[in-house]
């Protein structure tokens, strides 16, 4: 990665911090944030001095085009701190790269590498001390870009603002789930922007959601837009199933986003002598694979729970419940995983980066 030791970073920092406040045993999750935030603006054709300054409100115009058009984008990244007290991030490269990606879908300007980490590290080492060291403890970091030109002509804006919000975070685990798979609604389509990680497209999950939480399930397993017969992300994580001794997941598309926990997880199975398949799944598989007791487990994988076990599923009015099984994958994958993200376990694969002291 490159980093540009010279970008120009304005620092305002609080009179007093909050953190005294904050009852780091009973959070919620994204819910609390820290005494500071990161801003940057483009105009004029390039993105100007950074600013670091009190966590507070934004104005913004009414005809700012990110209310009428939807140009926004975001990433969702963790810091950890080790027992030296020295803090470390999981494959930001990865989500570095994502974020600029998803830019160039929506006609936004890419933000420069160099900019992104200088003023991320700047804004960790700040607020350094948000970050616990108790087990599964974290720093939720969320990146985003919004449209800030005013006007409702319907182009791409010329004025955006980059920020990066940070959120102490505990384990994240939300109980039992179970899921249905989806077979009237779609996440998205080919040639959409379903790789993006852009706002609309939670947006327009949160209906079919509901219905599924209004029927008695916590997430809905999206299938493809033509025939709603290929499974292909379950909420807003990737999905995995074990079906015997083998893992499969569905390949990335322009439909499905490409998530740092799935790539790592495809990295440790392999490590592990998982056989692993990358390929569309069906539905009707996986009905099978469950009547006939070969489907051994479904779980998602994503940046806030790392991996999610799904216990049950339902397509169509049937209903199938998973087995308890020992030493299942999910549990694996994520002891695995975080593990190295908290430095308790080798890196062998390099994806931990040591946040520089600025």
């Not at 490269?93 to 700047?122: C, H, I, W, Y």
């Not at 080919?190 to 509901?210: D, E, I, L």
């Not at 030493?327 to 694996?332: D, L, P, Q």
């Amino acid at each position: 990665m490159i980093l540009d030791k010279t970008t120009e970073i304005d620092i305002q920092k609080v009179a007093e911090s909050k953190i005294s406040q904050i009852d780091f045993s009973n959070l919620s999750f994204g819910n609390v944030f820290t005494d500071h935030m990161l801003e940057c603006d483009y105009k004029d054709g390039k993105w100007q001095a950074i600013k670091i300054r009190p966590y507070g409100p934004i104005s913004l115009d009414p005809s700012a085009k990110v209310f009428h058009y939807g140009q926004a984008i975001f990433e969702g990244m963790k810091a950890y701190k080790d027992e030296k007290d020295q803090i470390w991030m999981f494959r930001p490269d990865e989500n570095q790269k994502r974020l600029n990606k998803s830019a160039v879908r929506l006609a936004m300007p890419e933000f420069p590498e160099g900019m992104f980490f200088d003023g991320l590290e700047t804004l960790l080492n700040i607020e350094k001390e948000w970050i616990q060291k108790e087990e599964g403890s974290s720093l939720y970091i969320r990146p985003f870009v919004i449209a800030t030109e005013s006007g409702v002509s319907a182009n791409p804006a010329k004025e955006y603002k980059f920020m990066i919000l940070c959120s102490p975070a505990q384990s994240y685990y939300s109980g039992e789930v179970r899921v249905l798979f989806a077979d009237t609604y779609s996440r998205s389509a080919s040639g959409g922007v379903g790789f993006a990680k852009c706002a609309g497209n939670y947006a327009g999950q949160f209906y079919p959601t509901k219905l599924a939480n209004d029927a008695g399930y916590q997430q809905v397993v999206w299938t493809d837009a033509s025939t709603h017969e290929n499974l292909e992300e379950a909420g807003t994580m990737n999905v995995f199933f074990r079906i015997g001794d083998k893992l499969i997941t569905a390949p990335t598309s322009d439909r499905i986003l490409d998530g740092v926990t799935r790539k790592s997880v495809l990295t440790l199975a392999e490590d592990l002598g998982i056989e692993v398949e990358v390929r569309t799944i069906s539905v009707y598989e996986i009905e099978e694979a469950a009547k006939n007791g070969t489907l051994k487990e479904m779980f998602g994988a994503g940046t806030a729970a790392v991996i999610n076990p799904i216990l049950g599923f339902s397509f169509r009015g049937a209903d199938y419940e998973l087995p308890t099984i020992e030493n299942n994958y999910a549990s694996i994958f994520k002891d695995k995983i975080t593990s190295i993200q908290t430095k308790k376990a080798e890196d062998k694969f390099g994806w931990t980066y040591k946040v520089r002291e600025i």
